[in-house]
């Protein structure tokens, strides 16, 4: 059994939530394993540790359970991206379309400066709406993305497309 192949053992999947149709990718049995939480931290740092990276910007709300601890990896700061309304100081947001209708995610301004160097974590690149609006958010800024790394890759939804000629890694795919 490869490493992913382990990792992707303690995946469950839930039918029909949280609608008909949709198949989740519960990520919780992963996270309560120890070798499976050390392998997923593993492989979300390890095509960045020859890069020079500032931050780890994870997206609410499964972001934030697996950056902090690549940030750490890394050696970079952990930035959280999130929901509309939570941050308390001035805001750079970026709105993206859903199936049905719009949501927008946001950093603190003062959050990157010019030339920072970032990578974005989430658990599952899906439609990858969230991750083109991540990307757009952090170069808004004037920050760099250096790539973005995610546990489980939906590939039939295509998200890379939104994402266009960014370095996109995923541990395990679909
Ligand atoms: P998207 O913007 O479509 O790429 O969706 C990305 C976000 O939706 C991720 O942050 C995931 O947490 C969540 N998500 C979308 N589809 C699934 C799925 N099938 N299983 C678990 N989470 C999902």
Known sequence: MTDSDHLRALVRDVADFPKA???FR????LLK???????TIDALTTPWV????????GIEARGFVLGPAV??????GFL???KAGKLPCAVARQEYELEYGSA???????ALSQGDRVVIVDDVLATGGTAGAAVALVESLGATVVGLSFLVELTALEGRTRVDGRHIESVITY
């Open 71 to 76: 940030a750490l990896r890394l050696g970079a």
């Open 33 to 39: 394993d120890p070798t499976g939480l050390q392998g």
């Open 80 to 82: 959280p991206v999130r």
């Open 104 to 110: 927008t995610i946001e950093l603190h301004r003062d």
């Open 21 to 23: 149709g949709i198949v």
């Open 26 to 29: 519960d990520i919780t049995p």
């Open 50 to 57: 020859a890069e020079d990276v500032d931050f780890v910007a």
